[in-house]
């Protein structure tokens, strides 16, 4: 049974910007400086666990970056069906990853237990109801954790699919093409 999303403004972008419900004021910082530190940290606290072992619906996506010409390297959401992988810029458009996408399609990404290359595009219409299936379909124990982050009270898997539903309505989806 789908489950529509109830908690409206508590889960909408602003301007663009996601603003987590827990916490508020990280969705209103507007420094670039600020917003890199921030997404520092988080590699920082996430690297250790995922190397140990990468949940489900999680992977490390490389880029190149758009002004080094450098390999760069962030966790994103993405899950993979068939021949493609689909991913959510939960930022939108303001992520460095998603800038890099922009200017270079070409990315590879990691999953538990393989890699993958391809080139990213936008999704088709029809792509974009696989992607939502692919995201709120199966609620796995690192999304209660992802969701205890995001939102307040005691996540449920309704929660987790809202909470989903919302970066993908927000957000921007992408579509690799798996070589």
């Not at 758009?66 to 390297?73: A, E, I, T, V, W």
């Not at 939960?90 to 996408?101: R, V």
């Not at 936008?122 to 999304?143: H, L, Q, Y």
């Amino acid at each position: 049974m789908e489950h529509e999303d109830t908690d409206g403004d508590r889960l909408s972008y602003t301007g663009g910007d996601y603003r987590p419900e827990r916490f508020r004021r990280l969705g209103s910082i507007q420094s670039p400086g600020t917003k890199r530190l921030i997404t520092t940290i988080l590699k920082v606290v996430h690297r250790p666990w995922f190397a140990v072992r990468m949940p489900d619906g999680v992977a490390e996506l490389t880029t190149i970056g758009r002004r080094s010409g450098l390999p760069r390297s962030t966790f994103v959401r993405a899950y993979r069906v068939d021949a493609r992988v689909f991913l959510v810029s939960i930022a939108g458009e303001q992520a460095l990853w998603a800038k890099n996408i922009r200017a270079d399609p070409s990315v590879t990404l990691r999953f538990r237990g393989n890699s993958v290359s391809g080139s990213a595009r936008e999704p088709a219409d029809d792509e974009r109801r696989i992607a939502e299936r692919a995201f709120c379909g199966r609620v796995t124990a690192f999304d209660y954790l992802e969701n205890a982050f995001h939102r307040t009270g005691v996540p449920s898997a309704a929660k987790v699919r809202e909470l989903h539903r919302a970066w993908l309505r927000g957000g921007t989806l992408f579509v690799v093409d798996v070589a």
